[in-house]
């Protein structure tokens, strides 16, 4: 069993920069391939970067590509999301999720977090 809880959410202006963090806990969460995602109001959740086990391995999502960037600390147990240049579009909720292997985590995850607010105002 693998436990994740999201921050680092806020309010920023647009083009301003945030950091979201995901702290994992459980005696396997270093093995998993992270990822994270998020859902707009009205909208389905889009799959946004994910970072494999090791924190070798990354990909993102085009729309983002560029703006956000993740990483992953295992000796804190932490996944990031530095996310710059945000747009007003980009106001969600942020999820953070596990998953056994990072090519497949876009469409199959095995742990999701609770979620944090990022709210960009123009």
């Known amino acids: 069993q693998v436990q994740l809880v999201e921050s680092g959410g806020g309010l920023v202006q647009a083009g301003g920069s945030l950091r979201l963090s995901c702290a994992a806990s459980?005696?396997?969460?270093?093995?998993?391939?992270m990822g994270w995602f998020r859902q707009a109001p009205g909208k389905e959740r889009e799959f946004l970067a994910a970072v494999s086990w090791s924190g070798g391995g990354t990909y993102y999502a085009d729309s983002v590509k560029g703006r956000f960037t993740i990483s992953r600390d295992n000796a804190k147990n932490t996944v990031y999301l530095q996310m710059n240049s945000l747009k007003p579009e980009d106001t969600a909720v942020y999820y953070c999720?596990?998953?056994?292997?990072?090519?497949?985590?876009?469409?199959?995850?095995?742990?999701w977090g609770q979620g944090t607010q990022v709210t960009v105002s123009s």
């Open positions: 459980g005696r396997t969460a270093r093995a998993y391939a």
């Open positions: 999720a596990a998953a056994d292997r990072m090519v497949t985590i876009a469409t199959a995850q095995d742990y």
